[in-house]
């Protein structure tokens, strides 16, 4: 077991009169790979936001790579975690080109005005434009991609300042079948990598849990439901009752996982 990246304590999220999340404890080490899995409106996004410096808890402790929230600079910490998420790729203005949005990932910015890039910047966006298939596209403008593309070209950026920590929001949602499957793919890959950052994947699919993920949370309405090891948790009976519908599940030789609805 690695160092400790995440550490949450009582944390519970409230906005608007609603309670978003409730009482979440949770432990997240260097060497874990997690994955949340919930329905719609569990809360997931809401958890990646907290554990990405973006948001605060109405109550409870949250320390992310060794900084407590509410007593660290938030602007020192955000660099050092990679978010790639929907309402991130919105902000990217169309024209924006594949190699200029992954290098602006080192600064945490949009848009290349004039920023100077030195040549170490420029090989290490090459390369991980490379690791995700996405050579090809280097020149292109971002509005011109498929929905698979950008989703490879946002991992990328989101690991050019080399993050000590990797949040994906619904990596592989709208994605097409060959989309999705590359994808979840690539992703395993990385989890196995050593040299990858410690991760949390987001999704409502278990279809989309790469193999070599080894934590799952589960949640619902703002609640864990389970959480640990991905072999103990990750069972019939606890996805039953965070979806609230009868699931069988099934696990592949591959690693991966499905669940399909009991016949009623
Ligand atoms: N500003 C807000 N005020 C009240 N409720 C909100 C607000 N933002 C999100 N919610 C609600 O919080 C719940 C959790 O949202 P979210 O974290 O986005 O869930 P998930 O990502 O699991 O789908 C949802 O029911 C959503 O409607
Ligand atoms: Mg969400």
């Not at 995440?6 to 609603?18: E, I, K, S």
């Not at 946002?154 to 993050?163: E, G, K, N, S």
Request: aromatic share 6%; proline share 5%; with cysteine.
């Amino acid at each position: 077991m690695g160092g400790q990246v995440l550490r949450l304590q009582d944390v519970t999220v409230r906005r608007d009169g609603a309670v978003l999340l409730r009482d979440i404890d949770w432990a997240v080490h260097e060497d874990e790979r997690w994955v949340v899995v919930g329905p719609n409106g569990a809360g997931k996004t809401t958890l990646l936001q907290v554990v990405g410096a973006m948001l605060f808890p109405s109550e409870g402790s949250v320390e992310i790579l060794g900084e407590r929230l509410g007593q660290t600079d938030v602007f020192e910490l955000r660099p050092r975690i990679g978010l790639a998420s929907a309402a991130l790729a919105e902000k990217v203005p169309p024209e924006e080109k594949v190699i200029d949005l992954v290098l602006t990932g080192s600064y945490a910015i949009l848009g290349r005005w004039t920023e100077e890039y030195d040549s170490n910047d420029v090989t290490r966006a090459v390369e991980l434009i490379d690791q995700f298939g996405c050579a090809p596209l280097i020149r292109r403008q971002f509005g011109t991609l498929s929905e698979g593309e950008r989703k490879r070209v946002q991992i990328a950026r989101a690991l050019m300042p080399d993050p000590e920590l990797l949040l994906l929001d619904e990596p592989a949602a709208g994605l097409d079948m060959g989309g999705r499957e590359d994808l979840v793919r690539r992703l395993s890959s990385f989890a196995y990598d050593p040299k990858a950052p410690t991760m949390v994947l987001v999704t409502h699919h278990v279809e989309e849990v790469p193999s070599g993920f080894t934590h799952v949370m589960l949640l619902r309405h703002g609640s864990v439901v389970a959480q640990g090891p991905i072999n103990r948790v990750m069972t019939a009976e606890n996805l039953s009752h965070t979806f609230g519908v009868p699931l069988n599940l099934e696990r592949g030789r591959d690693g991966r996982w499905y669940a399909r609805a009991h016949q009623f």
